[in-house]
């Protein structure tokens, strides 16, 4: 039976794509190119958050303008696409992708002509109706603006849809269009933060479909 809710939004980054060592890595690439401290990957997960300006002000102890966002932006995005062929799917990804009941798309902060291809390479761009990334030179910005133009493009009401994701603002995002979240404790965040939200959370990626389908 369909859920109520009958189209499923997936992130990219932490939930489908297990890429947080990666990324705890290419961070502490960046830091280090203006003699910042390394972050831990506990660390990372308590203190990451959008926008990432911000963060990365918190950490290196200065405050970071765009310019100086824009340097760092790149030192990262250079450094996690030359680790990419490292990371796998999350262990039960592609169980989940087929345990949704309705339509699924993906949408993900990532650049969109690179992610693109990079869904093809796994097997998965047949199982989304619609596969957005990031349409911008630099990024660090919330999810918000990006999921209403994804639901835009595919005629969806936020009201049919939930989206599962691994951040607190994968669940700022699906309340800004009146979308359900489900929180995935596997990836980029640290669990207690996500527990800490008003949203359900799951600890796999098919417990959180499960939780999906219940919610009305």
């Given amino acids: 039976m369909t859920p109520a809710r009958h189209h499923l939004v997936w992130d990219w980054n932490g939930t489908l794509l297990n890429d947080l ?7 502490n690439v ?3 190119s203006v003699g910042g401290p390394p972050v831990s990957t506990e660390e990372h997960r308590v203190r990451f958050r959008r ?10 102890g200065r405050a970071v303008d765009d310019e100086a966002f824009g340097r760092l ?7 996690y696409r030359a680790g990419m062929t490292s990371c796998a799917l999350a262990e039960d990804a592609t169980v989940a992708i087929g345990a949704w009941p309705g339509s699924q798309s993906l949408l993900s902060m990532w650049f969109h002509d690179e992610l693109v291809p990079t869904v093809h390479t796994y097997g998965l761009t047949g199982h989304f109706a619609r596969v957005d ?10 999810k918000a603006e ?4 994804h639901l835009a493009e595919l005629g969806l ?3 049919q849809v939930v989206l599962i994701g691994d951040s607190v603002d994968d669940a700022d995002a699906a309340e800004s269009v009146g979308a359900r979240c489900v929180l995935y404790t596997g990836g980029l965040s640290d669990p207690d ?11 796999t990626l098919t417990a959180a479909v499960t939780l999906a389908t219940t919610l009305p």
Avoid: N, Q
């Fill in 146 to 149: 990006w999921l209403e133009k």
């Fill in 73 to 79: 932006d790149r030192i990262f995005h250079d450094a």
């Fill in 133 to 142: 990334g990031l349409r911008a030179t630099i990024g660090g910005g919330f």
């Fill in 30 to 32: 960046a830091f280090a």
């Fill in 157 to 159: 009401d936020g009201r």
């Fill in 193 to 203: 933060r996500l527990r800490a939200t008003a949203h359900p959370t799951a600890d």
């Fill in 51 to 60: 926008p990432i300006a911000d963060y990365y002000a918190e950490m290196l």
């Fill in 21 to 27: 060592s990666l990324v705890v890595e290419a961070t």
